[in-house]
């Protein structure tokens, strides 16, 4: 079986042994209130599709992570490649990350919306602050480890910046960039759930409060898997292969 049939099956049986580890303790606690079967949240889920809610909200979030995981990433690479070719400024700048990567996301979130509002302004620049140290630091550390040798053969071989950048250095920082997308995928839509839950009057998260609110545990499940389904299908789809084509090196 080819290798990519046989992941695609594992992680099919993997996800269907979740699903029946989730009836099985449906079953035993043979409670909906407290935790609802899967046929009954399939059907929330169905519903709030079919009246155009979920699709609605589904968009919001999306747009919210698509933005917020562009500006880390644009800041993050660039402030890393800086500070790992910088020694000095790295000083100067790492108890700044250091600060930005302990600093809890909720207190993060909260600074924003009484600084800035109840906006989405706020929202984005509380999403993005909390990624862009974390890509900042795995970029430096890919910077770090760029190899002197090749950039002296760009050099002998007077290669231009932009052929440099394309053929020496970027294929070196592929994995580190593979590592800070996953991650920051990962990472940031949970973040925009806490944004949204917090202060927001749409998205997943704005959903999940409002079904919070009303004791609503199959309405929480069915906003909460349906974004999850989507971020798992991104991953597996978009993510994973870009991994795997960058580190392709390590296992010729």
């Known amino acids: 079986m080819p290798q990519s049939s046989h992941r695609v099956l594992v992680t099919a049986l993997s996800l269907a042994g979740f699903v029946l580890f989730w009836a099985g303790l449906a079953v035993l606690r043979a409670d909906a209130q407290i935790l609802p079967a899967p046929p009954a949240v399939l059907a929330a889920i169905w519903a709030e599709a079919v009246s155009g809610r979920l ?49 809890p996301a909720l207190v993060v979130i909260a600074l924003c919306y009484l600084w800035i509002g109840l906006n989405e302004t706020a929202a984005i620049a509380a999403v993005t602050l909390n990624k862009t140290a974390m890509v900042a630091v795995t970029l430096r550390e890919g910077s770090r480890a760029l190899s002197p040798s090749l950039a002296d053969l760009g050099q002998v071989y007077r290669l231009t910046p932009l052929m440099r950048l394309r053929h020496i250095t970027l ?81 010729p």
């Open 171 to 251: 294929p070196q920082l592929a994995p580190y960039l593979a590592s800070a997308t996953r991650n920051g995928l990962a990472i940031i839509w949970k973040i925009v759930l806490v944004v949204e839950f917090l202060g927001r009057s749409s998205g997943v998260g704005f959903q999940i409060h409002l079904k919070f609110q009303l004791f609503d545990i199959t309405g929480v499940l069915a906003y909460a898997l349906s974004f999850t389904a989507l971020m798992l299908v991104i991953d597996y789809a978009l993510v994973q292969p870009i991994e795997r084509h960058a580190n392709r090196w390590r296992n």
């Open 55 to 103: 699709m609605h909200h589904i968009t919001a979030t999306l747009t919210r992570v698509g933005v917020a995981f562009a500006l880390s990433m644009g800041i993050g690479i660039a402030l890393g490649l800086v500070l790992g070719r910088r020694p000095r400024l790295n000083q100067w700048v790492e108890p700044w990350l250091m600060i930005l990567l302990n600093l």
